[in-house]
């Protein structure tokens, strides 16, 4: 064996972690893990709905790791439509639910909104922090992709370097549609999946298309 334990010592752990729903065997494709994920709706990452579900719940704390003003790095000023070296505020911070780490964000806040965000204390979601800063989100633009931790990331998060991480690139725009928010944040593949639905467009009477709004079914998952 490859850790040098007996078969019976692995049977023996293997039934304890399937009693702590940590595993399940499965006839035919062997034992899996099956630890428990945050189900979120769509909007509801987005920002752009009530926070009802998934990691919304108001079980989602913060732990701020680096809250400073500095000069804005080029990638950042081009999505915010700002000079380079514009003054922004940064914000590093860890997101936990139930005292266990979920995932690690940094946003970049063009100003005059970053002064209100200074002066509200971050306690819950990002979203909230808005809300209560006087802020508000016209519209959000998201780009999700699969991708690996590395050593920094792993470490903050107490996962192993190179664990599968559900990553965002996210800008947030006011309703007038300047935008005035970059953030970046990367959650643990296996504590974080999202929920979308779709409907496909409804016909009228006179033959025409009308164009149904994509409903999210929200179903939090305690993690």
Known sequence: MAYGVSRSTVRDVLTRLRAAGIVERLQGAGTLVVGQRT??????????VPLRSGVFTGELHVEILDRQTIPMPPAVAQHLGESPGSPCLRLDYIGLRNGEAHGIATNYLRYPEADAVEGTPFRLDWYTLLEQSGLTIGETEMVMEATLADDLTADLLGISPGAPLLSFEQVIRAADGRPYDYALFHCRGDRVSLLSTARRPATDDAGGTTVAAAA????????
Do not use: D, F, K, Q
């Not at 189900?39 to 752009?48: D, K, S, Y």
């Not at 999210?216 to 993690?223: K, Q």
């Open 39 to 48: 189900e979120t709706a769509l909007p509801e990452a987005h920002g752009v």
């Open 216 to 223: 999210a079914r929200p179903r939090g998952v305690a993690s």
